[in-house]
């Protein structure tokens, strides 16, 4: 692995205020030593796969909580492929059945994390599985 | 990932290195006489520690008040039609994101969250479907939505006018608890001050056309649910509600007409003595405050009337049939505590929408207590306890002192504008988090008592064709309307909203004539602003 430090994009699609979660991975992944990049609330599609650009971010973190995951999620992929950074990989978290979490899997999320994951387990699998972008 | 946590368990039988409360308020190992030095009085008495009214449950129980809204109007309806029949005591409207937000369905925003969250509502029409075959004048109504609530409300008394009920003859609440949407619950269309003053518009216009409606309910809740300490939640619920109290004391109405008209709206976590404690001292702080503060002389201006929900955050996706647990824990902490109305969250709140088995289990659990446990033979049976006197006295010393902070700052509309009661939250949803992944705190399921589960539950799915056919209803709805009543109505909003003028009675004109709940946000939106919060973490 690189001696680059993580850049790490923490997003809140959609018109859904509930950022406690979003909030405390934005810090946790803070405090494991990664830079996080928070967009605040209510993001459009658009507007979070232009950070993911313009910030040249290694990862990007979803959080919904609103029920819009199965439109919201594969228009963000949808964008950062077509602005050229679809091998940016994409987790998320927040109630999302297993259905949709198959279904999000396929389309190209790496990982989705519901209610009761631990901070820990956020970071862990980050530093398993989110290498630095050359 | 719920695998990662099997290797951590605990020993049940090994003594706890804290005994703290989930809020983290350390505790004495036992208390005795002496320690609490509060007034408790007498049940409906000033301050009103033992609860608002003299006789308490034994006259009515508490109105079982579920929370429900999904898909389209018909689909929740629907819903409302099987709580009343199963006994419900009144109905709670849970409204979709843009509806919340003032978009109509066939905004870009909208998409992918159309009937979700709740039900879809743009325009009167829905509003109509919502509660065909429902008199409006039979039941109490709550409505939860808070920068569109002037358009809802107004939609509401619309759709009464039309079933031919009297307007004074409606009762009900709407949340448009705007400080705490700032605080915590993050939707809004425009910044604090403009907001407040639509507040107050509509708890003015309430007083003179809706006498019986509770134009505003004062919510910890949300702010609960972000992360805060129960002090923290009991603290500044009480100071935003100081902000609308001001603000119509300011306008020139009299606290003792309008006083009687504010209601609450609590949390109920699983810390079962301190949600006791908590709710008992917000009776006797709301009362010193109305009384001492702003000068009210009648009982009925200062007494605390609330309605609770159990715990959202409190739920967990692991062995969800213990949520059923948790929520009867929540529900006799809020009804020994003497709540007028409350939900029972449904034990698949955590996965989706609640399905109507989970519904009706969580409604039952509220009969159960009523009918069979006996709590509501007599009233605030708790009082006097030793422990429970004891902390109810250092709730209200500790949330005074996190007032006498907010007014040091300048009064609530500043401290939000400066992220201090967003700061305090952010930090103690964080200490939580923390002392929950070193396991100081255990949730049965989740750090504690894990296994290995069976099949996932059955949970309600929002069909995804609903969004397009509701937007092409929303369509086909405004080509059908006079435009140009539609756009006079809507400089009859702008004007008001202009010139300073209350604007209720002009959002009533516009709903009638189909402007939509998007079209009045928009007016909102462009005479003043839209907030952006400063996204800091």
Redesign the interface.
Known sequence: MSEKVLRIL?AKP???????GA??I???L?DAGFE?I?????Q?PEMIAETAVQEDVDCVGLSIL???H???FP?ILDLMKQKGVGDIPVFGGG?V??EDIAELKTLGVK?I?????????IV??IRTNIDARA | MRDSNSARNIDPRQARPRHATISGMELEECYRDGQAAGEVGEPGQYPFTRGVYPTMYRTKAWTMRQFAGFGSAADTNARFKYLLAAGGGGLSTAFDMPTLMGYDADHARAEGEVGREGVAVSTIADMQVLFDGIRLDEVTTSMTVNCSASILLAMYLVVAERQGCSWKKLGGTIQNDMFKEFIAQKEWICPPEPSLRIVTDMIEFCMNEVPRWHPVSISGYHIREAGSTAVQELAFTLADGIGYVQAAVDRGLDPDEFGPRLSFFFNVHNDFLEEIAKIRAARRLWAKIMRERFGAKTDRACLMRTHAQTSGVSLTAQQPLNNVVRVTIQALAATLAGVQSLHTNSLDETLALPSEEAVTVALRTQQILAEESGIVNTVDPFGGSFAIEALTDRMEREAADYIRRIDELGGIVRAIEIGYPQSEIADAAYAFQHATDDSEYVTVGVNGYVMDEGKALEILRIDRALEAGQREKVKAFKAARDAKKVAARIEEVRRAAVEDRNLMPHVVDAVRDGVTVGEISDVYRNVFGIYQDPATI
Not at chain 1, 14 to 20: I, S, V
């Open positions: 923490v959609g018109l859904d205020g509930h950022d406690r909030k405390i934005a810090r946790a803070r996080v928070y967009t605040g609330l209510h459009t609103s029920g819009a199965m439109t919201l228009r109630i059945p297993e990982e994390f519901t209610p009761g994951a631990s901070t820990r387990d862990e699998w």
